[in-house]
């Protein structure tokens, strides 16, 4: 199994996975000739993606959806509350390319199983995804206000995470967003911060080689050697040394990472 984060960010996401017989997208939150720009930066095209998997509807994550749906007649694939709240929003999907995804449930494609879960955030259904194949496990959990123990035991043991660490709570309380999107950001149907998720990436990390890439940075309330100082140093508390068997890495909103196998 491979993959990329393609675009992490409050302007946009989306992550590509495939393996040898299947691809797909979690997320298309920026415009289609974009994310045919993003995976050509890896070597992919849109032609090769065989469906996206929506995890719920804000701009962010499905701003090119409608257009990739028409242009590449892929199945598209969210759980029915995520569907009602996304009419009017992307454009006319064809029936035939609408499929339902129930939450904590699993679809599989040959080898690839992939798992859906709840998290909390302020969306109609939001939920996320693990993915496994040939006893390899891939989780992404962004969009959430708080890792709950039920998400934690969905993660649990992965060999790679992409995980949101959205905000340093201080820059967030010091910058210029107005108070009740402040207090929003902090809710728990908003987004973690850096030290919060990485007390959460403690509890679910096994003692094997884990790589975790650091994902949804807030533009404004947060940077990337900050994350990556204060999750090193939240890890470190907590018992995990960085760079011993838990690798960190970055993401963009701009550029994908590099394409590399679980």
Same mark, same amino acid.
């Given at each position: 199994m491979r993959f990329s984060v393609l675009a992490s960010g409050s302007t946009g996401n989306s992550i590509y996975i495939e393996n040898d017989d299947?691809?797909?997208?979690?997320?298309?939150?920026?415009?289609?000739?974009?994310?045919e720009g993003l995976l050509g930066g890896i070597g992919r095209s849109m032609k090769q993606v065989d469906g996206i998997f929506v995890t719920h509807e804000h701009s962010d994550h499905i701003r090119g959806?409608?257009?990739?749906?028409?242009?590449?007649?892929?199945? &598209?694939?969210?759980?029915?509350?995520?569907?009602?709240? @996304?009419?009017?929003?992307?454009?006319?999907?064809?029936?035939?390319q609408r499929f339902t995804f129930d939450m904590e449930a699993v679809k599989s494609f040959g080898s690839l199983d992939i798992q859906s879960f709840a998290v909390s955030h302020d969306a109609a259904d939001p939920m996320f995804y693990v993915f496994h194949d040939s006893g390899r496990?891939?989780?992404?959990?962004?969009?959430?206000?708080?890792?709950?123990?039920? @998400?934690?035991?969905? &993660?649990?043991?992965?060999?790679?995470?992409?995980?949101?660490?959205?905000?340093?709570?201080?820059?967030?309380?010091?910058?210029?967003?107005?108070?009740?999107?402040?207090?929003?950001?902090?809710?728990?149907?908003?987004?973690?911060?850096?030290?919060?998720a990485a007390v959460a990436m403690s509890e679910v990390v096994g003692q094997k080689e884990t790589r975790i890439y650091l994902?949804?940075?807030?533009?404004?309330?947060?940077?990337?050697?900050?994350a990556r100082l204060s999750v090193s140093q939240t890890l470190?508390?907590?018992? &995990?040394?960085?760079?011993e068997f838990v690798h960190l890495y970055d993401t963009d909103a701009e550029a994908p990472t590099e394409l590399v196998t679980v």
């Amino acid at each position: 199994m491979r993959f990329s984060v393609l675009a992490s960010g409050s302007t946009g996401n989306s992550i590509y996975i495939e393996n040898d017989d299947h691809a797909f997208l979690v997320d298309a939150g920026l415009s289609a000739k974009k994310l045919e720009g993003l995976l050509g930066g890896i070597g992919r095209s849109m032609k090769q993606v065989d469906g996206i998997f929506v995890t719920h509807e804000h701009s962010d994550h499905i701003r090119g959806l409608g257009v990739a749906a028409r242009k590449y007649g892929m199945p &598209i694939y969210a759980n029915e509350k995520t569907w009602k709240a @996304m009419d009017g929003l992307v454009g006319d999907i064809p029936v035939g390319q609408r499929f339902t995804f129930d939450m904590e449930a699993v679809k599989s494609f040959g080898s690839l199983d992939i798992q859906s879960f709840a998290v909390s955030h302020d969306a109609a259904d939001p939920m996320f995804y693990v993915f496994h194949d040939s006893g390899r496990k891939l989780a992404l959990i962004t969009d959430t206000g708080y890792v709950s123990d039920r @998400m934690k035991g969905w &993660i649990s043991g992965s060999d790679a995470f992409v995980f949101e660490s959205n905000h340093d709570v201080g820059m967030l309380q010091m910058g210029r967003y107005p108070w009740n999107v402040k207090r929003r950001i902090l809710s728990d149907v908003g987004h973690v911060s850096n030290e919060d998720a990485a007390v959460a990436m403690s509890e679910v990390v096994g003692q094997k080689e884990t790589r975790i890439y650091l994902s949804h940075l807030s533009k404004d309330n947060n940077m990337k050697d900050l994350a990556r100082l204060s999750v090193s140093q939240t890890l470190e508390t907590c018992g &995990i040394r960085p760079g011993e068997f838990v690798h960190l890495y970055d993401t963009d909103a701009e550029a994908p990472t590099e394409l590399v196998t679980v």
